[in-house]
T-cell receptor, first 115, second 114 residues
């Protein structure tokens, strides 16, 4: 019920191409969906996030598409650059006991952008 | 603004030994999280503090893991005794308050149990 499924596990894209990473969830109590970017040796850093009351959010080259009825959301990276090469995690957040919030992460996608 | 600080960066221990990790959250952040990230997987929440109280430790293996947050600031995560399957990166994160949705992560401590 708390699981977030992420695909693909790895992705190789040419410079300038579009990178697409998909996630699906089951728990309808999730109400905040962030994407985190992690470089080797670093902790995850928030990239972009969306709430289920909107279907799309765009920040620069990064766009989240959200399909509430299908319980799916995806990250699109336009004009992918070698510097985007990193591991990307989708996540979902809900209130746990005592009104505290918790993040449940997907398994990650290792993106490689070829020059 | 200084980020979440963690130490040590790397630790290698033998199984059945004990180890401790330290975390200093961003100043003023009331909520602190410890995550375990096994190679090739997403971070998994171990324990969550609000100030110096535990909010959720349901996924903490309490027979070997313990954590405390003294005075609602720094936190220590301890493993005793360590098992081979504890090899992972241990990430500390903090957020401004427990209703806040953005968590800021430290660089993590990479633990190798041999």
């Amino acid at each position: 019920q708390q699981q977030v499924k992420q695909s693909p596990q790895s992705l190789i894209v040419q410079k300038g191409g579009i990178s697409i990473i998909n996630c699906a969830y089951e728990n309808t109590a999730f109400d905040y969906f962030p994407w985190y970017q992690q470089f080797p040796g670093k902790g995850p850093a928030l990239l972009i996030a969306i709430r289920p009351d909107v279907s799309e959010k765009k920040e620069g080259r990064f766009t989240i598409s959200f399909n509430k009825s299908a319980k799916q959301f995806s990250l699109h990276i336009m004009d992918s650059q070698p510097g985007d090469s990193a591991t990307y995690f989708c996540a979902a957040s809900t209130k746990s006991s005592g009104s505290a919030r918790q993040l449940t992460f997907g398994s990650g996608t290792q993106l490689t952008v070829l020059p | 603004e200084a980020g979440v600080a963690q130490s040590p960066r790397y630790k290698i221990i033998e199984k059945r030994q004990s180890v401790a990790f330290w975390c200093n959250p961003i100043s003023g952040h009331a909520t602190l999280y410890w995550y375990q990230q096994i190679l090739g997987q997403g971070p998994k929440l171990l324990i969550q503090f609000q100030n110096n109280g535990v909010v959720d430790d349901s996924q903490l293996p309490k027979d070997r893991f313990s954590a405390e947050r003294l005075k609602g600031v720094d936190s220590t995560l301890k493993i005793q005794p360590a098992k081979l399957e504890d090899s992972a990166v241990y990430l500390c994160a903090s957020s401004l308050q427990f209703m806040n949705t953005e968590a800021f992560f430290g660089q993590g401590t990479r633990l190798t149990v041999v």
